[in-house]
């Protein structure tokens, strides 16, 4: 079984768990159900309030992507902020007719060949009707973009009928690139099947042989009823190529809170091809359950970190971005905020580093690591 993998590789990594669990009806702040784990450093304040975030390093700025009416971009000179709104990806609703047209969910946005594309998921709450779509531009700063619309849809939809559409959830998009031959591929997927991967055309707006998709399964947990993995991510690194994810229960904590361990924490996996197997740490496959847990709730203040990203870094140092709720300021989605903190590799597995210092208690305190330049991206 996959829970008591689960409950091992937690209780080695943070203090005994506690059993209370809170009413659903609790309001006032159920500090029984945090860990107050310090084995993950605090997170780098991103200084924006976000959920899903997604970050394109360019042109010595970074531009953040999130879920919003019609996709709202910021950019900023530094992670740390300020932002500046920048507009929106769409100028209207998306043209695909599925979930809400006017609220994507989750944007990744990446660049190539003098393009930048924006995929995003159209969806709701629970629901297998879901698409992602995908609009471009040329210039990132005010030129309008193009919506070319879907990319895959799953459960109604054009191309829906076609496995594994119609067993997958097509939402939570990011591309990665294989390094050797420069192929494309979209990773998705959330709970049902898990997540998926399919390669991209030459022109990153469709599947590649779309009516019959080479596609793979990257990650599952097959002997639980819920499933709930989501959010993929794919970076690579020396010869390993590394799946993140998150797991666990994502939002809406204010209805009640999961037995600790359960809510989003972020997990990861390594293969030496993009296409997988994955194995965690412990060599654990990722469609067999596995995946280490790389970030998760800390010092009673970080409560389900997750929705993330990686930024590749010049002088070896990457980036782990995510959002977090703060448990002093509460635990509604829009109450999320942006958290970084650099990776370390040991044994090859990355391990996040630095962060605000837990002594202090004021935002404006931290001891943050200086912040470097990229002068490269990890796409996604
Ligand atoms: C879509 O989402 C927005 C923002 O949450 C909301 O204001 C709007 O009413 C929704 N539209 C539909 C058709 O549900
Ligand atoms: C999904 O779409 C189908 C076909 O349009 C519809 O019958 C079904 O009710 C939808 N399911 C959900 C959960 O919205
Ligand atoms: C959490 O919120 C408190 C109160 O606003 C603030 O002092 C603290 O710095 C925040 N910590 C993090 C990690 O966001
Ligand atoms: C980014 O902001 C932090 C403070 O939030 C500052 O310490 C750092 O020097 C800034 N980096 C750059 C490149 O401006
Ligand atoms: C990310 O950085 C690593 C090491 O610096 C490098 O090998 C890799 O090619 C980079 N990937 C991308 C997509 O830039």
């Known amino acids: 079984?996959?829970?008591?993998?689960?409950?091992?590789?937690?209780?080695?990594?943070?203090?005994?768990?506690?059993?209370?669990?809170?009413?659903?009806?609790?309001?006032?702040?159920?500090?029984?159900?945090?860990?107050?784990?310090?084995?993950?450093?605090?997170?780098?304040?991103?200084?924006?309030?976000?959920?899903?975030?997604?970050?394109?390093?360019?042109?010595?700025?970074?531009?953040?992507?999130?879920?919003?009416?019609?996709?709202?971009?910021?950019?900023?000179?530094?992670?740390?902020?300020?932002?500046?709104?920048?507009?929106?990806?769409?100028?209207?609703?998306?043209?695909?007719?599925?979930?809400?047209?006017?609220?994507?969910?989750?944007?990744?946005?990446?660049?190539?060949?003098?393009?930048?594309?924006?995929?995003?998921?159209?969806?709701?709450?629970?629901?297998?009707?879901?698409?992602?779509?995908?609009?471009?531009?040329?210039v990132i700063d005010g030129t309008p973009w193009t919506d070319h619309g879907a990319v895959i849809n799953t459960g109604t939809g054009p191309g829906s009928d076609v496995y594994p559409y119609t067993v997958t959830n097509a939402i939570d998009a990011s591309v990665v690139f294989d390094e050797d031959s420069g192929q494309a591929y979209l990773n998705y997927g959330s709970f049902w099947q898990g997540i998926w991967q399919v390669p991209l055309a030459d022109e990153m707006v469709s599947v590649e042989d779309a009516g019959k998709p080479d596609a793979v399964q990257l990650a599952f947990i097959p002997k639980e009823k819920r499933k709930p993995i989501e959010g993929a991510w794919m970076s690579y690194r020396s010869g390993f190529y590394y799946l993140w994810f998150s797991h666990g229960k994502c939002c809406h904590f204010q209805k009640g809170f999961p037995a600790p361990g359960k809510e989003y924490s972020i997990r990861v996996g390594r293969s030496k091809s993009v296409r997988g197997?994955?194995?965690?740490?412990?060599?654990?496959?990722?469609?067999d359950g596995g995946g280490t847990v790389v970030y998760g709730s800390n010092h009673g203040v970080v409560y389900a970190p997750g929705g993330l990203g990686v930024l590749n870094g010049s002088e070896g140092l990457d980036v782990l971005y995510y959002h977090y709720l703060n448990t002093s300021v509460g635990f509604k989605n829009g109450q999320a905020q942006l958290g970084w903190n650099y990776l370390d590799y040991e044994d090859g597995w990355p391990v996040p580093v630095g962060g605000q210092d837990p002594t202090t208690t004021s935002a404006a305190s931290t001891h943050a690591l200086p912040v470097r330049s990229y002068s490269t991206i990890f796409f996604g």
């Not at 929106?88 to 594309?117: C, E, M």
């Open 277 to 287: 197997p994955f194995v965690d740490r412990k060599g654990t496959s990722l469609i």
């Open 1 to 138: 079984m996959h829970l008591p993998i689960l409950l091992s590789v937690i209780s080695a990594i943070t203090v005994p768990l506690v059993s209370a669990l809170p009413s659903p009806a609790q309001s006032d702040r159920p500090s029984q159900i945090y860990k107050t784990t310090n084995n993950y450093p605090l997170p780098n304040p991103g200084n924006l309030p976000v959920h899903d975030p997604n970050i394109l390093y360019h042109d010595s700025n970074y531009y953040l992507f999130k879920g919003g009416i019609h996709v709202p971009i910021y950019k900023s000179a530094n992670i740390t902020g300020p932002w500046t709104e920048l507009g929106t990806v769409l100028d209207s609703d998306s043209v695909i007719h599925q979930g809400n047209r006017s609220r994507p969910w989750a944007p990744t946005t990446i660049h190539k060949n003098g393009l930048f594309y924006c995929y995003y998921t159209l969806s709701a709450q629970g629901s297998r009707n879901s698409s992602i779509g995908v609009a471009t531009t040329p």
